[in-house]
């Protein structure tokens, strides 16, 4: 019976899914879906992006966590719309859902963005296997968490159209080796862009922007 409700929940958001992309495609707003475990500095991650794109990229977020505002008023410190998701009201559930980006857009003058950013909720499981309609998806991995991730969360970083690799300012004082974690998100996905940079100090912050904007103005 579990198996059944799960098969019905997937079919179901894919379905709102395809509607999301169609209407975010007439639209023609990118969507990007940034995923990521607690901790990762998915959050400053966006905050120095969103610095750096607007205004010339008109950008709306989403942010999707269990409880509080904290992030989306971080986030909105940039000048961009800012949208709150908490799913407590759902029943805690650990990914954002089609429907629920559906009816966030909603709050949005979609005829004026270019960029929409989902920052889903904190975790490297279920967010992968939901489709919300994005164009893209970003998983973050920090150097604080272990070179192992991407070989024990194979699914996150198999659906990731690029991933970052987050708080290099801080290898000098780890015992972290960055290029067997880039080595392993590699042998999950071959060919996937992968950029290394410090939300802190904003090194390696080029190379990402110039690959957002490449998506953003295709």
């Known amino acids: 019976m579990e198996i059944k409700i799960q098969k019905k929940m997937l079919e179901a958001n894919e379905s709102d899914a395809e509607k ?16 990521s475990s607690p901790g990762s500095g998915k959050t400053e991650t966006l905050c120095k992006t969103l610095k750096m794109v607007m205004p010339k ?11 509080t505002h904290n992030d989306a008023d971080r986030l909105e410190a940039s000048g961009a719309k800012v949208v709150q998701i908490n799913t407590d009201k759902f029943g805690g559930d650990c990914h954002l859902s089609a429907n629920m980006i559906d009816k966030a857009a909603k709050e ?7 960029l929409l950013i989902v920052e889903n909720i904190g975790n490297l499981v279920c967010p992968a296997e939901f489709d919300i309609g994005e164009n893209a998806r970003v998983v ?9 991730k991407p070989l024990k969360y194979p699914l996150m970083f198999q659906v990731a159209d690029a991933a970052i690799l987050n708080k290099i300012d801080l290898l000098p004082y780890l015992d972290f080796n960055a290029n067997e974690a880039v080595d392993n998100m590699r042998k999950v996905h071959p060919q996937m862009p992968v950029f290394q940079l410090s ?5 390696g912050f080029e190379p990402w922007i110039e690959w957002l904007f490449g998506c953003v103005k295709k």
Do not use: P, Y
């Open 57 to 67: 990229i008109r950008t709306g977020v989403i942010v999707g966590d269990i409880c």
């Open 199 to 203: 939300a802190k100090t904003e090194e």
């Open 20 to 35: 999301n992309r169609k209407n975010f495609k007439d639209k023609n707003i990118f969507v990007l879906n940034v995923m």
């Open 108 to 114: 949005f003058d979609l005829d004026n963005l270019d």
């Open 140 to 148: 973050l991995l920090s150097v604080t968490e272990g070179e192992d």
